[in-house]
């Protein structure tokens, strides 16, 4: 009788070890599961998620000039003092925009110096805007806070930085050259280059400027 008791005990302890054993597997794997969660579902920038062969042109301006901001501040540190201004990136021909050079991405030196003030400041660089006026200016169409009229500008505070760039035009996009530059003596300490499609803004055009000449192209069937 002692035998067959000691015979059953043995059978419950062998069947809650397995219990016991399966619950520690379980709980294990449990484990590991939320541990691969927590490091895979950190916060990325959407275009992090991104391949940059999945993007098309049309609308994505953002994209580009993210991945040049990347470039552009990649040795880069914000200093806690430096302040920034990004400029206007102009026409490396010209050095102005020109309302005449009606090419697809004629508006992509305001977009890009926009664009820059926000890549700028959510990477923690203090921009300047020195477009702000003095107080609101109220119209009949709008209120706006921010001018080009030099007498309705606000003082301008320190700059230490430009941020700024030129562009080269080419018949399907245009090549931007971005740069910081030290306001002091000058020096640039920091440089990118991107090449932006022409598509950023529209379709595809049939015709185009070249050299201030108008050329049709032929639409592909």
Known sequence: MKSMTNDVNN??????????AKALAYTALCLAVLSGCSSSDKPKSQFEQTNATDVSALG????????????????????????????????????????????????????LEQGMITEATKRG???????????????????RVLTRNIEQL??????????TGTM????????????IINARNKNIVAAATRFFPAELFWQEEQVTTRNGKLYRTEGTR
């Open 11 to 20: 059978v419950l302890l062998t069947k809650n070890s397995c219990r016991l």
């Open 60 to 111: 994505n301006v953002e994209y580009h000039t993210y991945m040049l901001a990347n470039e552009l501040f990649a040795n880069v540190g914000p200093a806690r003092q430096s302040r920034y201004a990004v400029v206007g990136f102009v026409p490396a021909d010209t050095m102005k925009y020109s309302a005449d050079h009606q090419h697809p991405l004629m508006l992509l030196g305001h977009q």
């Open 125 to 143: 660089f203090s921009t300047q805007e020195f477009k702000l006026s003095n107080d609101i200016i109220v119209s009949d169409e709008s209120d």
């Open 154 to 163: 606000s003082s301008i505070e320190r700059v230490d930085f430009y941020i």
């Open 168 to 179: 080269v035009y080419q018949e399907s996009g245009a090549v931007v050259n971005a740069r």
